[in-house]
């Protein structure tokens, strides 16, 4: 079985960016989509982004024009570059990949925009 672990998570001031990492143990070509969910704290897992085989990609609105998703297959990773980052975007952030019927998670990074 696959797993996902991220990284690249920490503290933050408003205004600045993180790039989070999440690997792959196994090969990340059949995931399809890739995605970021982000859970802030008394509130529901909500998508972020995702990213499809083709390099197609969807955004929640709150990141727009902010957040970038992307894959590499070869390193079997998907990053998540947050920029211009605010403190409602503090949560802690997880990796998904959907396979077949399944979803796979990893245990998640916190990010924390604070001044």
């Known amino acids: 079985q696959v797993q996902f672990v991220e990284s690249g998570g920490g503290l933050v001031q408003p205004g600045g960016s993180l790039r989070l990492s999440c690997t792959a143990s196994?090969?990340?070509?059949?995931?399809?989509?890739m995605g970021w969910y982000r859970q802030a704290p008394g509130k529901q897992r909500e998508l972020v982004a995702q990213i499809t085989t083709g390099d197609h990609t969807n955004y929640a609105d709150s990141v727009k024009g902010r957040f970038t998703i992307s894959r590499d297959n070869t390193e079997n990773t998907v990053y998540l570059l947050m920029n211009s980052l605010k403190p409602e975007d503090t949560a802690v952030y997880y990796c998904?990949?959907?396979?077949?019927?399944?979803?796979?998670w990893g245990q998640g990074t916190q990010v924390t925009v604070s001044s």
């Open positions: 998904n990949g959907h396979l077949g019927l399944a979803d796979y």
């Open positions: 196994g090969s990340l070509f059949s995931f399809n989509p």
